[in-house]
């Protein structure tokens, strides 16, 4: 069986992703992007889908592990009756190729090592042809196009498809691994010098966090979230994964397993604002810019997610051959949820590119162009049902949020116009703004329940309803939006902490009900407790939430209250963006759920 999701850390080349177990294993790694094949799956699978361990012969060594500060350099430390041992992983920023190198540094005693190279191709499926490097310095693994080659001064051998060495590290002593990916019709790598790419990924992501200029409390995972949110980040293009992994499950042997390496538009108002009050201003251009790319074209068009460069085809797959992480099955391969209609999009995109000029980022005139056309086009779409902020696979409905989301698109749209002086019909989207609104006041709210609902209607509640107040749809003093808390409090949270995104068991959204609570949504709980003044019970319920993270400081999508495990693809770029806005919502006073909303006019 893979390692707990919560036992994983996660090292990166800002391009892709593995992650290591602490057991010394990496379970996952897809080369050369994020949405590659893996040839590392034994995460989804059994070793024999791929894994490359590394760890002492004692199997009851202890564990300990930590990042470098300020790194995504990550230390595993093994003591054993024998003596203690670091193993040091690390993936440097690429040069020609693609590297992840393994660094094994004796500090006490003599420690047996023993390593065990499993390479699949193509998600755990292709056993590669595995020869001797001409030098003698290594090996090749070649299937298909991919090639990598595994370089180090231990002496290794073939067993039953494996590739296995022993070695012994004493004081001072290190030992390298270097693996190396490339196409398999290009030449063999040259050999990488393993300390000058310690020395300088170390010098890149230290200087990197050095820019985060959130230096109040909680700055330790203010900083590990954003390096985590760095990490996800495609530097070809700027975009940013969702999830390093696909088919992580929401409830552990359940179907609600789904491929997150992709982008969502829903993101990228987080994530810009997120970026920007850290300083992280290049990022967040570079983010903006693949926002503008990837919406390009006919707003008809436009989907929740797109690929790394903006590929707008994610067609889902099922992968048989994979047994599914502790027998959750099927496991995924792209996301059939990019083709659904989602009206909260136009309202992130909106509200993202609006934040983004507010903080600075200049405003170009094809891209205002871009925005007059998608709210043009939600002028004529707005009305309709869709599937909504939870991307359900029941059909389409009226969702409250979805109608408040295109409320906001207008809202921020009108808002450029009387704040940055751009162009359009003022007083036609003025009157479709208040349209909307006083259309969602009448049917998103229940009298009854002193609260909004999930969808025209309906009676039941949504953890979405939470950003009315986030996004400037009414002031928290409502008492609509208090109600709306309120009850959210009352029927949606579990133990003080967990916020359920809905009950599953009553709201039909086309697949067997349970999941864990979205991490998320109990940050825009803690963000609401801010907005209405309810600060020493938001600090609390922060606290509790960063009591969640693994011991290097990262979270998954979700967690489950009963099993007291995290669930859900890890790590999870939103739960840590929404880690980082709560932080700041309870130190700064420029707080970005405020700068958010702002006053309505």
Not at 232 to 242: D, E, R, S, Y
Not at 426 to 439: A, K
Request: proline share 5%; with cysteine.
């Amino acid at each position: 069986m893979p390692s707990r999701i919560e036992d994983y850390a996660l090292i990166g080349d800002c391009e892709t992703a593995a992650l290591v177990g602490r057991d010394g294993s990496i379970d996952w790694l897809c080369w050369p992007r994020f949405d590659s094949g893996a040839c590392f799956a034994a995460l989804l699978g059994t070793p024999e889908n791929g894994r490359w361990q590394i760890a002492p012969a004692d199997s009851g060594a202890r564990v300990a592990r930590r990042y470098r500060d300020g790194t995504l350099i990550l230390e595993t430390e093994f003591d054993t009756a024998d003596g203690a041992v670091t193993l040091i992983d690390f993936m440097p920023l690429r040069g020609v190729g693609s590297d992840l190198v393994r660094l094994v540094v004796g500090r006490q005693g003599r420690v047996t090592m023993r390593t065990e190279v499993v390479i699949r191709f193509d998600y755990g499926s292709a056993v590669p042809w595995v020869t001797q490097l001409e030098d003698g310095t290594g090996l090749r693994a070649v299937a298909g196009p991919d090639m990598v080659v595994l370089r180090t001064p231990t002496r290794l051998r073939g067993e039953d498809l494996k590739t296995v060495g022993e070695f012994t590290v004493g004081p001072g002593e290190m030992v390298p691994f270097v693996l190396t990916y490339a196409p398999s019709h290009l030449p063999v790598p040259q050999a990488l010098d393993p300390e000058a790419a310690l020395g300088g990924t170390e010098e890149f992501w230290r200087g990197w966090s050095s820019q985060c200029q959130h230096t109040g409390r909680w700055h330790e995972p203010v900083l590990r979230s954003h390096i985590t949110l760095k990490a996800l980040t495609f530097a070809p293009t700027g975009g940013i994964v969702a999830a390093p992994t696909t088919s992580l499950p929401e409830q552990i042997g359940g179907p609600r397993n789904w491929d997150y390496r992709f982008c969502w538009l829903r993101d990228a108002t987080f994530t810009l604002i997120s970026l920007m009050d850290a300083g992280y201003y290049e990022e967040a251009k570079a983010w903006r810019d693949w926002l503008l790319r990837a919406v390009a074209g006919s707003p008809s068009q436009i989907q929740i997610m797109y690929g790394l460069a903006g590929e707008r085809r994610l067609s889902e797959w099922e992968v048989p051959w994979l047994a599914g992480y502790e027998g959750s099955r099927p496991v995924r391969v792209g996301n059939a949820a990019q083709s659904q209609i989602q009206l909260d999009v136009f309202g992130e995109v909106m509200d993202a590119l609006h934040q983004a000029r507010r903080g600075g980022l200049e405003t170009t005139e094809p891209g205002w162009a871009l925005q007059r056309a998608f709210v043009g086009h939600l002028e004529t779409i707005w009305n309709e049902p869709d599937e909504g902020i939870w991307e359900v696979r029941s059909g389409r409905r009226h969702f409250t949020h979805s109608k408040v989301m295109a409320w906001v698109a207008l809202d921020r749209a009108i808002r450029g116009i009387e704040e940055f002086g751009l162009d359009g019909p003022l007083e036609r989207w003025r009157r479709l703004r208040s349209h909307i609104h006083e259309e969602v006041c009448r049917n998103g709210f229940d009298a009854d329940l002193g609260s909004f609902v999930q969808s025209y209607g309906s009676r039941h509640l949504d953890a979405s309803l939470l950003m009315l107040a986030l996004v400037g749809f009414l002031p928290p003093s409502d008492p609509r939006i208090r109600g709306t808390v309120a009850a959210i409090e009352r029927r949606l949270l579990i133990e003080d902490t967990f916020v359920l995104r809905y009950d599953t068991e009553e709201a039909s959204d086309g697949l067997p009900p349970g999941e864990g609570a979205f991490l998320a949504c109990s940050f825009w709980l803690a963000d609401n407790l801010v907005l209405l003044g309810r600060d020493e019970e938001a600090r609390g319920l922060f606290e509790r939430l960063l009591a969640l993270r693994n011991d290097v400081g990262l979270l998954a999508e979700e967690y489950d209250p009963v099993a007291r495990r995290q669930v859900g693809n890890f790590p999870q770029a939103f739960s840590h963006i929404a880690l980082a806005n709560t932080a700041r919502n309870l130190t700064q006073t420029s707080k970005p759920a405020e700068e958010r909303s702002a006053k309505l006019r």
